[in-house]
Antibody, heavy 119, light 112 residues
Framework: QVQLVQSGAEVKKPGASVKVSCKASGYTFTSYYMHWVRQAPGQGLEWMGIINPSGGSTSYAQKFQGRVTMTRDTSTSTVYMELSSLRSEDTAVYYC????????????WGQGTLVTVSS | QSVLTQPPSVSGAPGQRVTISCTGSSSNIGAGYDVHWYQQLPGTAPKLLIYGNSNRPSGVPDRFSGSKSGTSASLAITGLQAEDEADYYCQSYDSSLSGSRVFGTGTKVTVL
């Protein structure tokens, strides 16, 4: 069965960077796009961007342009999301989610990774 | 800033029918982009509930149904059950936001 397993919780200081991983299994890694979605405490869902694991191309939400980088490692079926210049407002649970086509729905979700930004 | 608007909360007694609206605009739902719905139980990751406006993934009870018309979409839950108490989000694509996928503001369903 499809599984997306994310790395563990992180605590970072303002101004630092964080890199969250998402390891996929149960399907052909390069056949599904991967998105990153975040959810601040008590808030709704916010889309951050998409990566095509096949060629590595990316598209980011305007809000995160210049601060987010999504990469993948096909040898380990893992995608990464790095967010830099962290501020307290970036405290959130970060999810990876797969879609079968570029404009498609988020079919499978990781368990989430809590990133806390605090001095 | 969500561009899809949902009511903050809806409630109903067990067995009743509730509906959740998702209102967008001409750059997302009204432009013909599909609407998808997700259920998020407390403390867990969202789960796909409805895709492509009205399709249920395998394993989702037929008590859940989706529809779309014009610049809006709706999720209906019939025969409400205690385990349906959760947050629900609609999602679509918005052509005015540089390739952005957009979520609704979210609706908390309470079973009375």
């Amino acid at each position: 069965q499809v599984q997306l397993v994310q790395s563990g919780a992180e605590v970072k200081k303002p101004g630092a960077s964080v890199k969250v991983s998402c390891k996929a299994s149960g399907y052909t890694f390069t056949s599904y796009y991967m998105h990153w979605v975040r959810q601040a405490p008590g808030q709704g869902l916010e889309w951050m961007g998409i990566i095509n694991p096949s060629g590595g191309s990316t598209s980011y939400a305007q809000k995160f342009q210049g601060r987010v980088t999504m990469t993948r490692d096909t040898s380990t079926s893992t995608v990464y999301m790095e967010l830099s210049s962290l501020r307290s407002e970036d405290t959130a649970v970060y999810y990876c989610a797969s879609s079968g086509y570029y404009y498609g729905h988020f079919q499978h979700w990781g368990q989430g990774t809590l990133v806390t930004v605090s001095s | 800033q969500s561009v899809l608007t949902q009511p903050p909360s809806v409630s109903g007694a067990p067995g009743q029918r509730v509906t959740i609206s998702c209102t967008g605009s001409s750059s997302n739902i009204g432009a013909g982009y599909d609407v998808h719905w997700y259920q998020q139980l407390p403390g867990t990751a969202p789960k796909l509930l409805i895709y492509g406006n009205s399709n249920r993934p395998s394993g989702v009870p037929d008590r859940f149904s989706g529809s779309k018309s014009g610049t809006s979409a709706s999720l209906a839950i019939t025969g409400l059950q205690a385990e349906d108490e959760a947050d629900y989000y609609c999602q679509s694509y918005d052509s005015s936001l540089s390739g952005s996928r957009v979520f609704g503001t979210g609706t908390k369903v309470t079973v009375l």
